[in-house]
């Protein structure tokens, strides 16, 4: 039976660092303030933006939320991120994804200052990532490094195969890997790659975020894998038509066979808010001059 690696737990855990960081902070003057900002009225993106809001709030965060028009010119929403730039009361940025059709969403990237861009997006972070310099890390692969890290499961010696290869989550985990401390072979491989099974089959550590329901079986990987899930689908059940969150791998047939697991939900998905937050810290404590 696999070892499950609680991202709650976990991230619990790490909340209660940040507390103690923020509380640091205090007697300096200094509140971490995390900045968001969302255009139009999309209900997911609104609802991930509370989420983050009431995360930062219950960890003494100060947030500041940033809500503009569906209809907004490029030039008024950069115009938006420079004033955030500009105030040095704010410590961190993150824009809402996906921005409308208007908006050059790589010129959003490039917007944010490398030092307030706690979403790790912009090009001069992704550069220091890949070159092991310190740097801001998108959460979610920040988030999965950090639970097999407090799992003590070591990347030494291991091939990493992760199945995805977007910016938000197996560029940047790859860069992590990669690096020498991490000690990691890396594979990057694409979810319709008919080589996929071949390489799953070698993985001692699976990473799979491509929102396809139970994507990769337990006939897919070997005895012992340590099998990462950040699908998120949601299946009716059987004989009811209520729906239930789901991740990509096939849980019950991997949970028999891997080494260690995380589930859906409860596993990375709590994580990433908490690496946001933690990112959000980290650059109110350089400001002070404490990194």
């Known amino acids: 039976m696999a070892m499950l690696l609680d991202g709650k737990k976990t991230s619990a855990e790490i909340r209660e660092e940040i ?33 983050k809001e009431k995360a930062a709030s219950a960890l003494g ?85 950090e639970i097999l890290r407090r799992y003590r499961c070591s990347l030494e010696g291991k091939h990493a195969v992760i199945v ?49 329901p139970a994507f990769i079986k337990a006939d897919m990987v070997k005895d012992g894998v340590i099998a990462i899930d950040f699908g998120a689908n949601y299946v009716k059940e059987p004989g009811s038509d209520k729906e239930k969150l789901v991740g990509d791998l096939d849980f019950n047939g991997l949970q028999e066979k891997a080494g260690a697991i995380t589930p859906v939900p409860g596993g990375i998905g709590p994580m990433t808010v908490t690496m946001l937050m933690h990112n959000t810290v980290t650059a109110a404590k350089m400001s002070a001059g404490l990194v």
């Open 164 to 212: 995805n290869v977007d910016n938000l989550v197996g560029k940047p985990l790859a860069s992590i890997w990669a690096q020498d401390n991490a000690g990691a072979t890396v594979t990057l491989i694409r979810p319709e790659d008919p080589k996929l099974a071949l390489a799953t089959a070698q993985a001692d550590i699976i990473v799979v975020a491509v929102n396809k």
């Open 19 to 51: 507390k103690k960081d923020v509380e640091v902070l205090a007697p300096r003057g200094v509140t971490p303030c995390l900045a968001g900002v969302l255009v139009g009225e999309d209900p997911g993106s609104a609802s991930y933006v509370a989420l």
């Open 61 to 145: 965060i100060s947030a500041r939320m940033v809500h503009l028009p569906e209809t907004i010119s490029e030039a008024d929403f950069l115009g938006e991120i420079e004033q955030l730039n500009n105030d040095e009361s704010v410590h961190g940025i993150f824009v809402q994804l996906p921005v409308p059709a208007q908006i050059d969403e790589q010129k959003v990237m490039n917007a944010v200052v490398p030092e307030k861009d706690v979403d790790g997006f912009n090009p001069v972070n992704v550069g220091r990532a890949w070159l092991g310099q310190q740097a801001f890390l998108p959460a979610t692969p920040a988030g999965i490094d």
